[in-house]
């Protein structure tokens, strides 16, 4: 059972002895006897005391005088009055001075220190409440003023709080703010399209429903400045009219600096169409003065310098091609897609070519560039060329913990051990020495990494190891894994 320290002070040493009796009986009090006020202030100096019960009358101080030293010295510590005397006077006094009750003596001693303690219980635990709200609201203070972010606190539909980097950031006094709607303080039209006062309506209502909110809102502040910002806005469950928190994020900056790469990779895009579309026609040009020269001469010599003229020519298409490839990467944003059906269309596109396909992936979604076909194109592309008259590749998937591997084998020579990891290099191989580098790039857009750990003899076996959050069972929509 919870015990609570009390002292308990009277100049009647007997009164002391069956008081003590009758209100450790419980088990919920322990009693520390003082015989004046004097004595009791020494022990509340000594240790802490959850209570005090007095007597009015004592020599030297009387309980009212000891009520005030104790509220001097020692604050809020629940007293109760435990006196014969019955004035009015007196418990007007005692209440004024901060007395917790009031009990006058006499009666059934059972009844009487029963409800006495009563009273240092409820006392005690209303001082505890008190203390744990406080604290609580201290705590809450602390947090809501030194946040790095704004937060508004709104009553039903109107601002009736905020921390001072709300002021700070829309450069705005409280008093301006305080009692007007969200709506005033917006643009008319809102990022969802909706005016500023149905769209904001609408949320509110969501989530004083208990539906927290977040969403993309446009703030115009008293400056005229215009904020672009992120907000999350929660029901406050407290007494009293209606409230929300709404956390404020400003993302100005960072949509000014995302409409300006857009623009810039905008302008990127193009000049690089304009420019590989010009390239392109001059390759056609120079190949037709190549054929036109080869057929104007029968000098072996002249004919071998045309075969290396073609060779180049040939690698500079296959260049510019790529660049095409590398400019479409990370020109969309990444999306899950069925790993079953990628593999599929990745083969066709490729015309098979001989290439028998085993795919075990049923069942598995990727989060990926949507150039996640061409990666596996270029791997069964590596097959083909590599894997000898008959190549076949096998696609299967396997759980490992949270995360998913991916195995693409192939029935080829394999890698030697000494170029495991060159063959991700731009420039490494025997072909244009840019199909597995762009692999690697495809993939690392989403933090999937790639590896080949196959035995050389047996086959290139490349391990594509998709982290948790980045792939999920098809159709269940839930946490990858489950």
């Known amino acids: 059972m919870v015990q609570y320290f009390v002292i308990y002070v009277d100049d009647e040493p007997a009164l002391l002895e069956v008081g003590k009796t009758f209100l450790e009986r419980s088990g919920a009090l322990t009693i ?36 005030k030293e104790v509220r001097q010295r020692f604050g809020d510590i629940p007293f109760i009055l435990f006196t014969g005397r019955g004035r009015e006077e007196v418990v007007v006094e005692a209440f004024n001075c901060g007395a917790d009750g009031y009990i006058q003596k006499g009666g059934d001693p059972s009844s009487q220190f029963a409800e006495l ?42 601002f009736a709080d905020c921390n001072h980097k709300a002021l700070e950031t829309f450069q705005c006094t409280r008093e301006f703010l305080i ?34 909110q977040f969403f993309e809102w446009r703030i115009a502040a008293p400056s005229g400045k215009r904020y672009d910002v992120e907000m999350s806005v929660s029901r406050l469950d407290v007494k009293g009219p209606r409230q929300l928190q709404a956390i404020v994020r400003d993302v ?37 003065y190549l054929e036109f020269a080869r ?29 095409q490839d590398y400019q479409d990467l990370g020109a969309r944003a990444p999306e899950y897609q069925d790993l079953r059906e990628c593999v599929t269309r990745a083969a066709e596109g490729l015309g098979f070519r001989g290439l028998t396909l085993v795919t075990e ?4 979604e990727i989060y990926a560039d949507p150039m ?35 195995f693409v084998e192939d029935n080829g020579s394999g890698i030697p051990a000494g170029e495991k990891e060159k063959i991700f290099l731009r420039g490494f191989g025997k072909n244009t020495g840019l199909g597995l580098f762009l692999v690697r790039e495809i993939l690392s857009t989403t933090g999937i990494a790639i590896r080949e750990t196959g035995e050389p003899g047996g086959g290139a076996r490349f391990e594509i190891l998709v982290p948790e959050g980045g792939w999920r069972s098809r159709g269940s929509g839930a946490a990858p894994g489950v």
Request: negative net charge; hydrophobic residues 40%.
């Open 32 to 67: 520390e006897t003082a015989l004046s006020a004097r004595e009791a202030l020494d022990l509340l100096g000594e240790r802490t005391c959850d209570a005090v019960i007095a007597d009015y009358q004592m020599p030297g101080m009387d309980g009212i005088e000891l009520l």
């Open 117 to 158: 303690e009563h009273r240092v219980v409820q006392a005690v635990e209303r001082r505890r409440t008190v203390r744990a709200l406080r604290d609580s609201e201290e705590r809450y203070r602390a947090l809501f003023e030194g946040a790095n972010d704004p937060i508004f606190i709104f009553e039903e539909d109107r």
């Open 179 to 212: 009692g007007k709607t969200p709506w005033e303080l917006s643009s008319p039209v809102q990022p969802d399209g909706l005016p500023a006062f149905e769209s904001a309506a609408g949320k509110m209502q969501a989530a004083y429903a208990g539906q927290p």
């Open 252 to 288: 100005t900056d960072r949509k000014q600096t995302q409409a300006a790469l857009i623009a810039a990779n905008r302008k990127m895009h193009l000049l690089s169409g304009i420019t590989r579309h010009d390239i392109l026609n001059q390759l056609t040009v120079l190949q037709g």
């Open 295 to 323: 057929d104007r001469t029968t000098d072996p010599v002249l004919l071998g310098y045309l075969d290396l003229q073609q060779q180049a020519l040939g690698f500079i298409n296959r260049q510019i091609v790529f660049t």
């Open 361 to 364: 992936a049923d069942g598995f």
């Open 372 to 406: 996640l076909e061409k990666a596996f194109y270029n791997l069964f592309e590596n097959a083909v060329r590599y894997a000898g008259p008959t190549p076949t590749v096998g696609v299967q998937c396997r759980r490992q913990g949270r995360c998913l591997t991916v």
